[in-house]
């Protein structure tokens, strides 16, 4: 690994520049995919209730016009790319991402013992005026009374990962077509504000702890990498499910987002590997 661990917070590391690629070209992809998403899940519509014009998505849900245009937009099928350039890029990202948390579990060894398998997760596109307020990434916004929530993945993960495709500025004068201003990422219980820069990657505590928002990006476009680390078996009545490699082809390990850890990351995980391989099972 080519960087070095920059500890921000007790759980919050900072890996600063952790790939060499063209970051240009991620961004241009992002825009069309985003796009092709966007278009595929919202049609204009109105509100049942209110009469109000906006957009509705795939299930039925009613967004405004307004809420729709503050909400980053999503790149979640990143290997369908017929680009192979594209995806040698996104796959030398993931090894620069797998190598971080490796790093990272070295600094916190025992969260290597709640690793099972991964979310290769997806691109988030913030245009002008879009944002993500503060939450943890472990919520689903559970209510006592209301039918349980269809998709609970969420509840799965266990590390997450922000990786920064291009630089947040702080003066309008610095803007230059690649840049962006506002978009700051914000840790309020761990008390840390991080000004985004190409590609630097955060490490951090999916629960409560890692809580975080992004601010309002007020110039230009604002692009960003997240994704997971998870344990516990998944449960497809709620929508999880993770690939096992050994049974799978290479074109399906390529183009599943959620796929088993086959090996250890790195020498914490090899520990936490080897001590559950020894523990007598439980009668």
């Given at each position: ?61 009613f967004f ?43 600094h916190y ?120 680390y998870c ?53």
């Open positions: 690994m080519n960087t070095t661990a920059e500890v921000l917070a007790p759980g919050l590391i900072l890996y600063r520049h952790v790939l060499d690629t063209d970051w240009e070209a991620l961004c241009q992809f992002a825009d069309k995919q985003s796009q092709k998403e966007w278009d595929s899940m919202y049609t204009p519509g109105t509100d049942p209730l209110t009469g109000e014009q906006g957009y509705l998505n795939r299930n039925g849900y405004p016009d307004e809420g729709i245009n503050q909400m980053p937009r999503h790149c979640a099928y990143l290997y369908d790319s017929p680009d192979l350039r594209v995806t040698e890029m996104l796959m030398a990202l993931e090894e620069a991402r797998e190598q971080c948390v490796a790093d990272y579990m070295e060894p025992v969260v290597a013992q709640s690793v099972w398998w991964k979310i290769k997760g997806h691109i988030l596109v913030y245009p002008p005026g879009a944002s993500l307020g503060i939450h943890a990434d472990t919520s689903t916004d559970y209510k006592y009374g209301v039918p349980h929530p269809t998709h609970q993945i969420a509840t799965r993960t266990v590390i997450s990962t922000l990786t920064f495709f291009n630089n947040c500025v702080s003066e309008c004068w610095e803007l230059d077509g690649t840049n962006y201003m506002g978009g700051i990422v914000r840790f309020p219980y761990l008390d840390v504000e991080y000004t985004p820069k190409t590609g630097d990657l955060l490490v951090f505590p999916s629960n409560y702890m890692g809580a975080h928002e992004a601010t309002v990006v007020q110039q230009g476009t604002r692009y960003s990498h997240v994704g997971w344990q516990g078996t998944p449960n497809m009545e709620v929508n999880e499910f993770a690939l096992d490699p050994n049974s799978a082809s290479e074109d399906e390990i390529l183009k599943t987002t959620n796929v088993y850890l086959t090996e250890p990351l790195g020498p914490a995980m090899e520990k936490a590997w080897a001590g559950a391989a020894r523990k007598p099972r439980a009668e």
